[in-house]
């Protein structure tokens, strides 16, 4: 593969640079700027990256605008060829790109393997489009006239990620988006860069003509870009819910079409008749599994009070066989993104213990399989955590689980449906009466019953409530096909010698 980075002059901390990757190459840009990619496991940086200027987007967006017009009159037949091949070439390297994840995100090596499957599901379906996107026919709607739609590429759209899923969410979105004929800007996270340009040149590989699909790096100067240019006309978006009301405030105040997906805070209900060690085991699963940093992680479980005690000690047993450490070790938990977030989360733990809280189990006391300077912060359980704490009223995004103490079935639906957030919910059961009935009440997008963390397959559409999710479209599925198409509706009619003559009235249905 074309290699991505340069290297600078040997200097007090000399590194390799990630560059932009622009019309199927490399590219530097203008910027002087560039920011540290860390190894969260060692604590090191690991290379760095460039950031790009407004006039830096500017420039990739004008290449993409130009590739778009190209790339749509393609036949379907040929972006399905694309993608087919991507796909291949995907599945064959996926060792490689999930070396990436662990190595600048920090998730163990099977959990990034996951990653990729999951993003690969997008991309299966999306060889798909000709189905996918394929019009309907009216014959003689009105005599001798036909009525049929189309469904067309918008030309250029922009995709943000989060740091979390480096891979899977590009691969959600970009996937479907260039198998519909638009040509695509991502800017990734720049905590974790490199697996975006990796894939930008798999791309390349496959067939993907130059400039439909460009990486600019960057902070907020090149989202503003992103989000204000006249020629980018749709938006995706993952990240926190202040970052998502901002990005879709400002994209459609722009004329953008937007999806902008926030942040969660998703419950688990146990009822007494659930299988304890099924839900002991899912909790720890979903609790912290990339740890804890996904918007469809566990942070809370609501226990009825008849099983709290139970559950509370079956989870904490479990936790006790948790391996923290570098991802490349056959640990189960990796470290966090930074050392700043890693203090972030930590700080909670006080802060819940001071609003009442029991700490079960402190992950600062863990002792991590890694470097000495790793970003670690192990598995944490809190019990008692009363709801008015700031530990369960926000997103804490990391390795710290809690536990809610209820009364009943009605008590946890009225905290579910009392939070800010409907991204993701469960519910543990074997009463399938109950089960039905929660899946009807709770307002949040994606429900498990008996599943922990109900991610919907490909051919489903992903996407939660209020303030996890901003805009009509979710994505992938379906609505990831509508979202980065726009339809057109055509009434045709032949002229036919006998319909000629004068008629002023209004059209009728004849």
């Known amino acids: 593969m074309t290699d991505t980075m340069t290297t600078t002059p040997a200097t007090a901390e000399s590194t390799t640079i990630l560059d932009h990757w622009r019309a199927g190459a490399p590219w530097p840009g203008e910027s002087t700027r560039t920011a540290p990619v860390y190894d969260p496991a060692l604590g090191r940086i690991r290379r760095r990256v460039r950031m790009a200027t407004a006039a830096d987007v500017d420039a990739v967006v004008e290449d993409a605008d130009r590739a778009a017009r190209g790339w749509r009159e393609r036949s379907v037949a040929t972006r399905q060829s694309v993608m087919f091949r991507f796909r291949e070439l995907l599945a064959a390297r996926a060792d490689d790109l999930a070396e990436i994840l662990t190595s600048e995100h920090g998730k163990v090596l099977a959990d990034a393997r996951g990653e990729i499957a999951r993003g690969m599901e997008v991309v299966e379906f999306a060889c798909g489009v000709g189905h996918l996107t394929r019009g309907a026919y009216t014959e003689n709607a009105s005599t001798g006239v036909d009525v049929f739609t189309l469904r067309q590429p918008l030309g250029v759209v922009g995709i943000i990620s989060p740091f979390n899923f480096p891979a899977m969410v590009p691969l959600w979105f970009f996937s479907l988006a260039i198998a519909a004929g638009n040509a695509v800007v991502l800017k ?101 599994g990339s740890a804890g940093e996904r918007c469809m992680a566990i942070s809370v479980v609501l226990a009825v009070d008849a099983i709290a005690d139970d559950l509370v000690a079956r989870i904490a047993s479990r936790m006790a066989t948790v391996r923290t450490g570098d991802g490349r070790r056959g640990c189960d938990m990796g ?176």
Not at 188 to 204: G, H, Q, V
Not at 256 to 274: E, I, S, T, W, Y
């Open 188 to 288: 990734p996270s720049e905590k974790d860069p490199t697996a975006a340009n990796w894939m930008a040149d798999l791309f390349r590989e496959a067939g993907l003509p130059d400039g439909v699909l460009n990486v600019v790096h960057g902070d907020k100067e090149a989202v503003d870009a992103l989000l204000r240019h006249d020629d980018v006309r749709a938006l995706s978006f993952v990240g926190s819910t202040p970052v998502a009301r901002y990005v879709y405030e400002t994209a459609t105040a722009h004329g953008k079409r937007v999806q902008a997906f926030g942040g969660a805070k998703n419950h688990m209900l146990v009822l007494p008749d659930a299988d304890l060690d099924l839900v002991a085991d899912a909790a720890v699963n979903a609790g912290f």
């Open 335 to 510: 470290p966090l993104i930074t050392a700043a977030h890693r203090d972030r989360v930590a700080g909670y733990i006080d802060s819940a213990r001071e609003d009442g809280a029991t700490v079960v189990v402190d992950g600062r006391d863990v002792v991590a399989d890694g470097d000495a300077n790793g970003f670690f912060l192990g598995p944490t359980l809190l019990d008692h955590l009363p709801v008015a704490s700031r530990a369960y009223r926000d997103e804490i995004f990391g390795p710290i689980l809690a536990v809610v103490r209820v009364a009943g079935y009605e008590e946890g639906v009225e905290i579910v449906n009392a939070s800010p957030f409907g991204n993701g919910t469960a519910i543990f059961t074997n009463d399938g009466g109950a089960a039905r009935r929660f899946q009807h009440e709770v307002t949040v997008g994606m429900i498990g019953v008996n599943v922990p963390i109900p991610v919907p397959v490909a051919y489903h559409s992903f996407g939660g409530w209020k303030a996890s999710h901003f805009g009509d479209a979710k994505a992938y599925g379906t609505h990831g096909l509508d979202f980065f198409t726009a339809e057109k509706a055509v009434t045709s009619r032949w002229p036919d010698p006998s319909h000629r003559g004068l008629d002023l009235g209004f059209p009728q249905h004849t």
